[in-house]
């Protein structure tokens, strides 16, 4: 027998209070005035016998009395027995774990898997009884149903819940469902999983499984439901991405897709489609063998300005929620420029090849001296030019920039010296040049191109035909010697191994470097036919940014920038279910949003007021694609590594689980019993006392 209140057991304590009052009422001495002694000889010695002999008895009934009614707060039970039905069953505390990911919506002749897992929860809680409580913890995590005796609520909350593209594992459900189980004082505790069982749901692959006996005890009853019952026909998307790095609206773009087999059975002329806000662009067909992969490419002409959003997507097969994939990327319509500089004139030949002084040309230009630089919002510009380096004042303001994942040409300028120049490389933590070589206006010692690399995204587009890549190489007179190493990379190289053009990965920033002033008096690389192209491809290229492709899966925060807003609101656009509103002033970091609510896949934008603040792409979870089963066999063993003890019975969705579950359920609460047999003792009390009364007369 056990109890499953078992601190009330202190009360039996109470116990004592009538044997004290007993003990007490023995030292009370009554005086009775009489005459003679001649009355107490007519008191018979049997008489006083029956008198003390019924004062013990009800002494005894009353702590009887006692201890059986703390007993019954303290809801005695007892295993796998029942007294000719007049205990009452052991109240049951249920957690149900219903896979809700979405390689649970195979659909067969019987319903999807997920609809039939549905039901049959909702006719777990049919079976349940008045004084039961239920709970629901879902195995994507998004939601649960906290424990409750309302059973009408607990069937809506089922039948409310739908596929979710956020993975879980039942490793982390069962963990949730004994924590829950942990605060039950009821007698039978139980778990029902209700899932397809797939491998790489049971546990994260990084999870090490350890004793967890502790948590889960042997009390506590596991019933598993396997609702797979075919093998699927399923292709997925693995992976989308755009293989350009420079967008520009009328020139060509690239995509490449991923596509696995993950089933059994072979796909023959599947197709996949490429959409550019919201409209077919192109299509390919293919052929996938069981386990194959496939790599899919595009190619199209970018017809629109703006924030595009992108998808790849299968058609139909038995698991949709896996045949899609989003990126975006940002084509402006203008790029904004911001060139900073020590000498007005060493930007004339930069700006000329940057929009030859139109209006209309594609990028927009301010000009500023470089001592302003501290002063000015970088953030608002697409690019950033910087000729010089004599008037810098605040460094920090440059490197908050290139952190924040600004985009940066730097080339020194006509005044600029070694000491300055190596400062800001310094600062900017970027190689450095080691010293000046050749000489001003020197045409007689000139230094030339070496190596180009011309797989280089710079260089995509820039020629008609791409067998014929060559550049006809400048007359360089005086220049920065440039070695790059580490995070560094050279574009193209002059012939003492130097870098003439490099670029520097920054974290989220990105670095482009020049050796030579654009001005007359270094070299004549201004005149070349290369030069204008080379400028405006360079700041398309610093411009043009993919915001995390596949970086984010569904389920997780997205960190959003939201520096230099000056809104205190940022609206929130998801990919359903419209609109959402954070203020600033909640935040603890102002600088950056994080947002968690991103459990279905598609873009998210974040906006302050009409201005596109970031934006990012979320893609399903691609844990659910692999269609691979655990055995009963195999769950058992993971029960037996995580050291559970305790009863675990496999039961069928299609046999009659009501009986099963009845077989195996133990325990009979005795508190009723118990009070009937106090109530019972207090009569007899009762009967006994009044008899005491009369014999004292």
Not at 121 to 133: N, V, Y
Request: glycine share 6%; hydrophobic share 40%.
């Amino acid at each position: 027998m056990v109890f499953l209140n078992p601190a009330v057991l202190f009360g039996l304590l109470a116990a004592s209070i009538p044997v004290v009052i007993h003990l007490l009422n023995l030292r009370k001495l009554k005086k009775i005035e009489f005459s003679t002694l001649a009355f107490l000889k007519e008191l018979q010695k049997t008489k006083i016998r029956r008198i003390k002999l019924k004062q013990w008895i009800l002494l005894a009934l009353r702590v009887l009395i006692i201890l059986l009614l703390v007993a019954a707060f303290a809801r005695p039970t007892i295993k796998s027995f029942s007294i000719g039905g007049t205990a009452s069953a052991a109240k049951t505390s249920a957690v149900i774990i219903l896979d809700d990911t979405y390689s649970m919506s195979v659909v067969t002749d019987r319903g999807s898997y997920f609809n039939r897992a549905k039901q049959t929860a909702k006719s777990l809680i049919d079976e349940l009884q008045e004084g039961d409580e239920v709970s629901v913890v879902l195995l994507s995590g998004e939601k649960k149903l906290e424990t409750t005796s309302n059973f009408t609520s607990a069937k809506n909350f089922i039948d409310e819940t739908e596929i979710s593209f956020i993975g879980g594992t039942v490793h982390n459900s069962l963990i949730k469902a004994a924590q829950i189980l942990s605060e039950s004082k009821n007698f039978n505790k139980e778990v029902y999983v209700l899932s397809d069982f797939q491998k790489t749901e049971l546990k994260l692959a990084e999870t090490t499984l350890s004793d967890l006996s502790d948590l889960i005890p042997n009390n506590i009853r596991i019933y598993s439901f396997d609702f797979a019952s075919q093998e699927p026909a399923n292709i997925t998307l693995t992976d989308f991405k755009v293989n350009n790095q420079i967008f520009e609206k009328g020139k060509l773009i690239n995509f490449s897709a991923s596509v696995k087999n993950t089933s059994e059975k072979s796909f023959n002329n599947s197709v996949v489609s490429l959409f550019i806000n919201g409209n077919r662009s192109a299509q390919q067909s293919f052929s996938a063998a069981p386990g194959e992969t496939k790599l899919i490419n595009f190619e199209t002409t970018l017809k629109e300005n703006g924030l595009l959003e992108i998808f790849a997507e299968l058609e139909d097969d038995d698991i949709i929620y896996d045949n899609k994939r989003y990126l975006s990327i940002s084509v402006p319509e203008k790029i904004s420029t911001a060139i900073f500089f020590d000498n007005l004139s060493d930007t004339k030949f930069v700006e000329l090849a940057l929009n030859g002084g139109s209006e209309s040309a594609p990028i927009s230009i301010q000009k500023f001296p470089l001592s302003r630089i501290a002063s000015t919002n970088l953030e608002s510009y697409d690019a950033v030019i910087i000729i010089g380096s004599e008037s810098i004042n605040n460094y920090d303001r440059i490197k908050q920039f290139i952190e924040n994942g600004g985009s940066l040409l730097l080339m020194p300028g006509s005044e600029t010296t070694l000491q300055k120049f190596q400062k800001l490389c310094n600062e900017l933590g970027i190689a450095k040049p080691s010293a000046f070589a050749g000489k001003i206006n020197d045409d007689l010692n000139t230094a030339s191109f070496e190596k180009t690399d011309f797989q280089h995204p710079i260089f995509s587009n820039l020629y008609e035909k791409e067998s014929k890549k060559q550049i006809d190489s400048p007359e360089i007179y005086y220049y920065l010697k440039l070695a790059l190493s580490g995070n560094g990379k050279k574009i193209i190289s002059l012939i003492d191994g130097s870098a003439f053009f490099g670029e520097f990965d920054k974290n989220n920033g990105r670095i482009l470097l020049f050796n030579i002033a654009p001005v007359l008096s270094w070299s004549n690389f201004p005149l070349k036919g290369i030069f204008a192209p080379l400028m405006n491809k360079a700041v398309f290229y610093l411009s043009s940014k993919v915001k995390d492709i596949n970086n984010y899966k569904t389920g997780d925060e997205i960190l959003a920038d939201v520096n230099n807003v000056l809104l205190p609101q940022i609206k929130i656009t998801k990919p359903v279910r419209g609109e959402e509103f954070v203020n600033l002033d909640s935040l603890g970091v102002k600088n950056y949003l994080k947002f968690s609510k991103t459990g279905t896949p598609g873009i998210y934008k974040f906006y302050s007021g009409e201005k596109l603040q970031d934006y990012a792409s979320v893609n399903f979870n691609a844990v659910g694609s692999e269609l691979n089963y655990l055995s009963n066999n195999d769950f058992e063993e993971y029960l037996k590594e995580i050291n559970f003890t305790g009863v675990h019975l496999n039961i069928s969705p299609d046999e009659n689980f009501s009986a099963a579950i009845y077989q195996s359920r133990f325990g009979s609460e005795l508190w009723r019993y118990f009070v009937l047999a106090a109530m019972l003792v207090a009569l007899i009390e009762m009967f006994v006392s009044r008899s005491a009364k009369k014999d004292m007369v």
